[in-house]
DNA sequence: TGCACGATGAAC
DNA sequence: TTCATCGTGCAC
């Protein structure tokens, strides 16, 4: 499993999100790995994305989004679910939705307050370094390309034309996606 | 200092 | 369609 690179993410975030799909979502916590196949994702543009939690601005709870990328933007949604973006850079990040269980995951991991759950994944890593033994996204050599399948955001449709544009995405025909 | 509301998920 | 549950951002 070799991690991605911080060059990696610091690109248009649209390419990193499609790049995302079928890679290897890996958490080390209490003695245990492990392992999801990431099969669902949204981009978030940045502050000029009125979807995107960086459109009201450099706060407390975004500072993470307009850090450094590679790195983990963490939010709670609901009171009570937690939600783990990949940040590619000046307030733009990825939102990771669902991953495929591969190792040592007996829940359910289809959306993302489910998926952080599965993982173990809150608060304590805002911010963490996604390529730490933690927490990190991996890939594997000689893995083809998937289908990718593209569809309006879930849940912004208070953002205007933002909530029209294709940006999830997910990999064609997988069962473990989260909306159809 | 208070308050309306989510990048959700589950029940009914 | 309704509800659980609480941090956040903004109005007052």
């Known amino acids: 499993m070799q991690k991605l690179s911080k060059e990696f993410y610091a690109r248009d975030p649209v390419l990193v999100a499609r790049e995302l799909l079928g890679k290897f979502l890996v958490r080390n916590h209490g003695g245990v790995e492990r392992i999801g196949r990431i099969v669902e994702v949204e981009a978030y543009l940045g502050p000029h994305d009125l979807a995107a939690h960086a459109s009201k601005g450099l706060t407390p709870r975004t500072r993470a989004l307009f850090g450094p990328p590679g790195h983990a933007y963490i939010y709670l949604i609901y009171g009570m679910y937690h939600c783990l973006n ?11 939705r669902a991953i495929e269980p591969i190792k040592n995951i007996d829940s359910r991991t289809q959306g993302p307050g489910l998926l952080c759950r599965a993982l173990d994944i809150d608060k304590r890593l805002y911010g963490h370094d996604l390529a730490s033994p933690e927490l990190y996204i ?17 849940g912004v449709d208070y953002a205007k034309h933002w909530a029209r544009r294709n940006l999830r995405f997910y990999i064609r025909g997988n069962a473990y996606i989260s909306k159809p």
Do not use: Q, Y
């Not at 990949?86 to 990771?96: D, F, H, Q, R």
């Not at 991996?138 to 879930?154: F, N, W």
């Open 86 to 96: 990949a940040v590619t850079g000046n307030g733009s990040g990825i939102l990771l």
């Open 138 to 154: 991996g890939e594997l050599a000689d893995t083809p390309p998937p289908s990718i399948v593209k569809r309006p955001r879930i």
